[in-house]
Nanobody, 121 residues
Protein backbone atom coordinates (compact mmCIF):
# COMPACT_ATOMS: atom_id res chain seq x y z
CA UNK A 1 0.00 0.00 0.00
CA UNK A 2 1.31 3.41 -0.95
CA UNK A 3 -0.09 6.77 0.04
CA UNK A 4 0.74 10.19 -1.34
CA UNK A 5 -0.71 13.36 0.11
CA UNK A 6 -0.90 16.59 -1.84
CA UNK A 7 -2.62 19.95 -1.76
CA UNK A 8 -0.77 21.65 1.04
CA UNK A 9 0.39 25.24 0.83
CA UNK A 10 0.30 28.70 2.34
CA UNK A 11 -3.07 30.29 3.08
CA UNK A 12 -4.30 33.20 5.14
CA UNK A 13 -6.34 32.68 8.27
CA UNK A 14 -9.99 32.11 7.39
CA UNK A 15 -9.10 30.55 4.07
CA UNK A 16 -9.50 27.02 2.77
CA UNK A 17 -7.37 24.19 1.45
CA UNK A 18 -8.22 20.76 0.15
CA UNK A 19 -5.79 17.94 0.78
CA UNK A 20 -5.89 14.78 -1.28
CA UNK A 21 -4.34 11.39 -0.53
CA UNK A 22 -3.80 9.14 -3.53
CA UNK A 23 -3.93 5.49 -2.49
CA UNK A 24 -2.49 2.54 -4.38
CA UNK A 25 -2.67 -1.09 -3.36
CA UNK A 26 -5.89 -0.58 -1.46
CA UNK A 27 -9.45 0.31 -2.46
CA UNK A 28 -10.62 3.34 -0.53
CA UNK A 29 -14.30 2.61 -1.05
CA UNK A 30 -14.20 -0.08 1.63
CA UNK A 31 -11.20 1.08 3.63
CA UNK A 32 -10.83 2.97 6.86
CA UNK A 33 -8.50 5.93 6.44
CA UNK A 34 -7.29 8.76 8.60
CA UNK A 35 -5.53 12.10 8.63
CA UNK A 36 -3.04 13.20 11.26
CA UNK A 37 -0.89 16.30 11.62
CA UNK A 38 2.29 17.33 13.33
CA UNK A 39 3.05 20.91 14.24
CA UNK A 40 6.62 22.08 14.90
CA UNK A 41 7.81 20.92 18.31
CA UNK A 42 4.68 18.87 18.95
CA UNK A 43 3.67 15.25 18.69
CA UNK A 44 1.65 13.99 15.78
CA UNK A 45 -2.06 14.20 16.50
CA UNK A 46 -5.28 12.77 15.11
CA UNK A 47 -7.33 15.01 12.80
CA UNK A 48 -10.01 12.98 11.01
CA UNK A 49 -11.09 9.43 10.24
CA UNK A 50 -13.51 7.78 7.83
CA UNK A 51 -14.56 4.23 8.56
CA UNK A 52 -15.06 1.50 5.97
CA UNK A 53 -18.80 2.14 6.18
CA UNK A 54 -18.35 5.88 5.65
CA UNK A 55 -18.79 7.19 9.17
CA UNK A 56 -16.60 10.21 9.90
CA UNK A 57 -14.95 11.26 13.14
CA UNK A 58 -12.99 14.41 13.92
CA UNK A 59 -10.73 15.87 16.54
CA UNK A 60 -12.55 18.47 18.59
CA UNK A 61 -10.15 21.15 17.37
CA UNK A 62 -11.28 20.74 13.74
CA UNK A 63 -14.89 19.64 14.12
CA UNK A 64 -17.20 21.82 12.04
CA UNK A 65 -14.32 23.18 9.94
CA UNK A 66 -12.78 20.08 8.34
CA UNK A 67 -14.50 17.40 6.27
CA UNK A 68 -13.06 14.03 5.34
CA UNK A 69 -14.35 12.26 2.26
CA UNK A 70 -13.54 9.54 -0.22
CA UNK A 71 -13.47 9.77 -4.01
CA UNK A 72 -13.97 6.20 -5.08
CA UNK A 73 -13.46 6.93 -8.76
CA UNK A 74 -10.03 8.43 -8.13
CA UNK A 75 -9.24 6.16 -5.16
CA UNK A 76 -8.38 9.12 -2.99
CA UNK A 77 -9.20 10.29 0.50
CA UNK A 78 -9.67 14.02 0.82
CA UNK A 79 -9.62 16.54 3.64
CA UNK A 80 -11.46 19.79 3.02
CA UNK A 81 -10.20 22.39 5.46
CA UNK A 82 -12.22 25.57 5.90
CA UNK A 83 -11.96 28.51 8.28
CA UNK A 84 -8.29 27.74 8.75
CA UNK A 85 -6.48 29.10 11.78
CA UNK A 86 -2.76 29.70 12.39
CA UNK A 87 -2.84 26.82 14.88
CA UNK A 88 -3.72 24.48 12.00
CA UNK A 89 -0.20 24.97 10.67
CA UNK A 90 1.41 21.54 10.50
CA UNK A 91 2.57 18.75 8.28
CA UNK A 92 -0.47 16.67 7.40
CA UNK A 93 -0.28 12.91 6.91
CA UNK A 94 -2.76 10.43 5.52
CA UNK A 95 -2.74 6.87 6.80
CA UNK A 96 -4.46 3.55 6.19
CA UNK A 97 -6.14 2.12 9.25
CA UNK A 98 -5.17 -1.40 10.27
CA UNK A 99 -6.57 -2.25 13.69
CA UNK A 100 -7.48 -0.47 16.89
CA UNK A 101 -8.73 2.91 18.02
CA UNK A 102 -8.94 5.28 15.06
CA UNK A 103 -7.44 8.21 16.98
CA UNK A 104 -4.22 6.35 17.83
CA UNK A 105 -1.22 6.30 15.50
CA UNK A 106 -0.49 2.67 16.27
CA UNK A 107 -3.81 1.69 14.70
CA UNK A 108 -2.50 2.61 11.25
CA UNK A 109 -0.39 0.30 9.16
CA UNK A 110 0.61 2.56 6.28
CA UNK A 111 1.59 6.20 6.15
CA UNK A 112 2.35 8.55 3.34
CA UNK A 113 4.83 11.39 3.34
CA UNK A 114 3.29 14.53 4.70
CA UNK A 115 2.22 17.75 3.03
CA UNK A 116 2.92 21.11 4.64
CA UNK A 117 0.04 23.41 5.51
CA UNK A 118 0.91 26.91 6.68
CA UNK A 119 -1.76 29.33 7.84
CA UNK A 120 -0.68 32.94 8.23
CA UNK A 121 -2.38 35.34 10.60
Amino acid sequence: VQLQASGGGLVQAGGSLRLSCAVSGRTVSNSAMGWFRQAPGKEREFVAFVSSSGAAYYADSVKGRFTISRDNAKNTVNLQMDSLKPEDTAVYYCAAHYNGAYFREVAYGYWGPGTQVTVSS
